[in-house]
């Protein structure tokens, strides 16, 4: 993995006032934006954030089950938010949260109301305007007993040419019987350097489900969201969409431990390597009886790259049941003469198998997010052929 | 509507057919018998266009069109559709979304079609994922029904069909080959049906296919030569009695390719 290096980057400086109204941003960021997941045209989340370069810009609930706040003003209101803040995310795990800890540029403060069932997905959006800046960014969301929220967050640069730090801290706590969808979207560019920091606890009956998609390139980015499951019952599953084209270096993975009995985990990922680096990890660990993960990675080098699938099962109990499987493939020659059979020119049958592959699909995503990603997905055939 | 003239084709080093000449006439549908390894897959897979046929002597013509060295998918918009015997498949593609390129920008019910298949619960499911061999034809008949080819290439439709499935599937070709269109009530469907029967070239070891299609031609294919043309019914009694080594003795006949049987 290339280092980062801090020192590249101003961590001050890039302020911004607040903007009342998220639709008079130009139409080239929002254009960036869309391409993240979130329509600032036509928003309709329950509630709506946007952090841009280090200050908190826009922060909206427009739903009573729910609350948002900028962290830095949560921090203040709630005393530090004990046991929340820093309790999943070791404060000197690395540099970057360390540089988190010591200056917090914003990030958001989810908590939605016990029993609440959040119909509208909170919208949230990390934009990197100004060039050769650093975001410091720290979220916190606390699913209270038995309510369901999905959050939406897409991460954009201004450019595909903006150089940019984003360090993010991002810290779950889903309650008894409370569900968690948390979809993200990436869009950054070739000069960004992305180092989020993600872990997660889940308590009896919880469900966590994340979707990741990142279709476009990016300088490097490293990530390993962990959650843990700790109470009985309780459900992770992670859905992972890389593209990596010449250029990115990507290093990411999903870790679930499973510490009570009668816990399940997924991690899927689907990965295409167009001429850059993607190291695809995975661990599930099993420390309580009965629990059952399994962990799926499936590549495809076109055109050229580096494709590293490293899946880890660890068992420390007799009876749990973890299963993997990882592939490196090829587009299949008698599945593109099928198609062809049917009319379907080489490049046409080809872009087929491929979002076949990606399989967005399983993510069950809707409205503009689902036709943003697919537009996406066609863009990256027109690239890659 | 095709013409094979002089028909010469190689897997790797291996001549497999030896000078094919065939004519099949609009609207005609022609059988093809031949025991395992004499070729017939291998012809109907060089007029699909497959990678790995060689084709190294003789041409084929598609309605007046040299279709020899064409690709595939420009064979397919032309008009020629295949039903494939053992279909890859095609991870996170439903066959509702591939039924609806089948069709190629026609406006096509992939629901109503699949009824009339009895493949409704098939169409949120990944194409030919965990499909056993009778699911496998009747998704391939819906993909053809949607394409709408002038003339089809069929590889054993009744291979690892049980006899059930054999009366749907044997129902649904006939239909193809009959041309189905939807008119609207009242319209007088003959003289449309005539003008629209499709052909084809179906291979056929059992010859079970025969109980349901009305087939005008037949011929023997041995160790990649054409023989014995003749009524198919007729063909199908003869290799029932007397199996291929007939064929032997009829390829060493003075003028090969016609013998009455």
Known sequence: ?385 | MLKIEDLRVSIGDKEVLRGINLHIREGETFILFGPNGSGKTTLLMTLMGFSGYNVTGGRILFRGTDITHMPMYERARLGIGMSFQRPPTIHGLKTRDLVRMCSRGHDVDPDALAGKVNFSEFLDRDINAGFSGGEIKRSELLQLMAQKPSFVLFDEPESGVDLENMQLIGKVVRRLLDGEVDLPPGACAKPLKCKLRTSGLIITHTGYILDYINADRGQVLYQGHLCCEARPRDILEHIRSYGYQECIRCLDEPTPGRVVL
């Not at chain 1, 302020?15 to 391409?35: F, P, V, Y």
């Not at chain 1, 909206?60 to 046991?83: C, F, H, Q, S, W």
């Not at chain 1, 540099?95 to 909170?122: C, L, N, Q, W």
């Open chain 1, 1 to 385: 993995m290339k280092e980062v290096n801090l020192k590249d980057y101003t961590f001050s400086g890039a302020e911004h006032g607040q903007i009342a109204d998220l639709r008079t941003l130009d139409n080239s960021d929002k254009d960036r934006i869309l391409h993240a997941g979130v329509d600032l045209d036509h928003g309709e989340g329950s509630a709506l954030f946007m952090q841009m370069d280090q200050s908190t810009v826009h922060c909206e609930t427009r739903d009573p089950g729910v609350e948002l706040l900028d962290i830095n003003v949560a921090m203040k209101r709630y005393d530090g938010l004990p046991g929340y803040a820093w309790n999943n995310v070791d404060r000197d795990k690395d540099e970057f949260t360390r540089a988190v800890a010591a200056k917090t540029h914003g990030g958001y403060f989810v908590r939605t109301k016990p029993g609440a069932i959040i119909k509208k997905p909170v919208q949230s959006c990390l934009f990197l305007k100004a060039d050769r800046s650093g975001q410091n960014v720290h979220n916190i969301v606390v699913v209270e007993e038995n309510s369901e929220v999905h959050i939406m967050t897409g991460c954009s640069t201004a450019h595909g040419e903006t150089h940019g730090a984003h360090l993010g801290i991002t810290e779950f706590y889903v309650k008894k019987g409370g569900k968690l969808t948390f979809t993200m979207i990436h869009n950054w560019g070739e000069g960004a350097n992305v180092r989020p920091r993600t872990v997660g606890v889940v308590e009896e009956g919880g469900v966590f489900q994340n979707n990741y998609v990142l279709l476009s390139p990016v300088g490097t980015l490293q990530m390993y969201p962990t959650i843990n499951l700790n109470g009985r019952g309780g459900i992770a599953r992670f859905n992972s969409v890389i593209v990596t084209p010449k250029g990115s270096h990507v290093d990411a993975g999903n870790r679930v431990i499973m510490n009570a009995p009668e816990t399940r985990c997924e991690i899927i990922s689907r990965t295409i390597t167009t001429g850059g680096v993607n190291i695809a990890r995975g661990h599930i660990a099993g420390h309580a009886v009965p629990c059952k993960g399994h962990l799926e990675c499936k590549s495809l080098i076109l055109g050229g790259g580096q494709s590293l699938a490293i899946p880890e099962l660890d068992a420390t109990v007799e009876g749990v049941d973890l299963s993997h499987e990882a592939a490196v493939g090829k587009i299949a020659q008698d599945e593109i003469e099928y198609l062809m059979a049917r009319g379907m020119d080489e490049a046409e049958a080809t872009s087929t198998i491929v979002r076949g592959f990606l399989n967005v699909d399983i993510m069950g995503l809707e409205g503009p997010l689902a036709k943003s990603i697919k537009n996406q997905v066609a863009q990256i055939d027109a690239r890659a052929f």
